[in-house]
């Protein structure tokens, strides 16, 4: 039965290139998405650019730019860097779309309609310098708990989350001022209306969400959920849908992660599907592909939204949370500048190299750190000595003696049951977030396809017995067909390459029979070894 099933990204921010800290934490969904496609399930997957927020306008100051002109420099700059990565969206939008815009102001209505925004008039910070007051990532100074310096939402040094009250000498981004309290009125979503629906979700999924998503929600609900700010003393971002707040917008961790939603909606629009259907579709899967720092935004107050628009949507089943890829232990940041670019390592060792190294070598479970030196490793141990090595060794000697031609035999019943096996358990290890295991299986089938290659020894057989050369031979075909499948979701263009060898086209999530001769077609070495010097 075709399932309805939502693969989603995080939401970077649009104001620097994408690193391989992005990339770290959103491929999983593109690898999710391509599998459940695979299957012929009914698969919606979005993401976008986060273009509102400070983050732009910070950057917009500093080039002496409007924060529009960032913004979509910066987004058109990160379509081009996801689809040389391979990314496979449905969707890949910005938050400054007017699509999303109308729809998140509708949500926003829907939920003050219901009595889950409220007003409040409260003291905030405000620059008598600057003449105006100061969001929380316009005040900096010294972190509460580690002593680092901090921005009002958040440190970079702990990665704490904050409110900006509580950072220790504060002062004006800007102008280094010391800032002072002022009555402005703000509209406050009701966070703490929902405490127990979250600890119920959280219940719901214990079993199935990543120990960091679990332990990381638990921490927040054991604090009490407070309610929070939805609107922010801002001129860029989406309009308040609410007299009197013109010269505010809606926080932009309310419309950002409302993305989801929005781009959901507009591709099933633009297919011709009913969203509600989808939405609230009772057994909908849903995969939201993050990082760590990302997780509170994902499993609290993401729900919690979702509740108060009240129109029953489903809510995130699992939450893909990876850690940090670093560098030198270091978390890469744009402002550091310790990072590389997805450009610049895909340009260096290509797509489907960067794909597999990330997936087998990434922070699923625990920080990381990036090497080039280990990428090599990684490339030339298992794509050119196990992969590439098979699919090789079969190539040149058909080629040599047989121009090419792999006659038809038996495929050995043992690796038939191996194969349909390893289908089954790659399947299960995807769809639970275990995509690290996943890959390690599939290579595990490669290794078993080197043993029986090895243990056969055609090169024997091919002088004192052809029926059973030609058994090994079509088994070794066989095996090469059904790693173009399952290992589409991880290295597509390579895939790409083994169906065009085989002369097949099937890319379904099942077993590959052949029948008949083959023609094996030209497509040159599949990897080449990557010298470390």
């Known amino acids: 039965m075709k399932r309805n099933v939502l693969v989603t990204g995080a939401w970077p921010y649009a104001n620097y290139l994408l690193h391989i800290g992005h990339l770290v934490a959103l491929l999983p969904g593109d690898v999710i998405a391509r599998y459940y496609r695979m299957n012929g399930d009914n698969v919606v997957y979005v993401s976008g650019s986060d273009t509102h927020g400070t983050p732009i306008t910070e950057r917009a100051k ?26 496979s969206y449905d969707m890949y939008t910005s938050t400054e779309s007017d699509y999303h815009k109308e729809k998140v102001m ?4 829907e939920m003050y309609d219901n009595g889950n925004i409220y007003e409040k008039e409260e003291e905030q910070d405000y ?24 921005k009002g939402d958040q440190c970079d040094s702990c990665l704490a989350s904050l409110e900006s009250n509580e950072l220790l000498n504060r002062r004006c981004s800007t102008c280094g001022s010391t800032p002072e309290l002022r009555k402005n009125k703000h509209l406050y979503l009701e966070l703490s209306k929902f405490q127990k629906d979250i600890e119920n979700l959280i219940k719901e ?16 609900l054991s604090m009490g959920l407070i309610d929070r700010a939805a609107t922010r003393q801002l001129d860029w971002g989406i309009k308040i849908p609410v007299d009197g707040y013109e010269d505010k917008r809606i926080y932009v961790w309310i419309e950002a992660v409302l993305g989801y939603i929005t781009t959901c909606e507009r591709v099933l ?14 057994n909908l899967i849903s995969y939201y592909s993050i990082g760590k720092d990302n997780i509170p935004f994902h499993t609290i107050i993401f729900p919690a939204i979702l509740k108060a628009i009240g129109e029953n949507m489903s809510l995130p089943t699992h939450i893909i949370s990876c850690e940090f890829m670093n560098m030198s232990d270091e978390k890469m940041s744009k402002s550091k500048g310790n990072l590389i670019t997805i450009n610049d390592i895909v340009d260096k060792f290509g797509k489907d190299t960067v794909r597999y190294f990330m997936i087998a070598n990434g922070p699923e479970k625990k920080d990381t750190n990036f090497s080039e030196n280990d990428l090599i490793m990684a490339h030339n141990k298992f794509l050119v000595g196990g992969l590439g090595n098979f699919i090789n060794r079969n190539v040149s000697f058909i080629n040599k003696k047989f121009d090419g031609v792999v006659s038809e035999g038996i495929v050995n019943s043992d690796i ?16 639970a977030g275990e995509l690290r295991a996943a890959l390690d299986k599939v290579f595990d089938y490669v290794s078993e396809a080197n043993k029986f ?15 059973a050369f030609n058994n090994t031979t079509y088994t070794c075909m066989y095996m090469i067909a059904n790693l173009s499948n399952l290992l589409r979701p991880f290295i597509p263009d390579t895939t790409d390459r083994m169906k065009a060898l085989l002369g097949i086209e099937e890319n379904g999530w099942n077993e590959v029979t052949l029948s008949g001769d083959i023609k094996l077609n030209d497509i040159g070495l ?3 070894r990557i010298d470390v010097k």
């Open 62 to 87: 500093k080039e002496g730019k409007t924060p529009a002109e960032i913004a979509m420099y910066y987004h058109n700059e990160d379509v081009k860097s996801l689809e040389k990565a391979g990314f």
């Open 106 to 109: 509708k949500y926003f209505k």
């Open 416 to 431: 038939i049951k191996l194969t349909k096996d390893t289908y089954s358990e790659v399947a299960k290890l995807i769809e």
């Open 205 to 220: 999924r214990e079993s199935i969400w990543r120990k960091n998503a679990l332990n990381e929600s638990k921490k927040f």
């Open 526 to 528: 599949l990897f080449e």
């Open 453 to 467: 290659y090895d243990n056969s020894t055609p090169w024997i057989q091919v002088k004192e017995d052809m029926d």
């Open 269 to 282: 629009e633009e297919r011709g599907e009913s969203f509600k259907d989808f939405i609230t579709d009772p």
């Open 127 to 150: 620059c008598p310098k600057c003449n105006k007051f100061l969001s929380d990532r316009e005040i900096i100074g010294t972190c509460p708990h580690c002593g680092g310096e901090a």
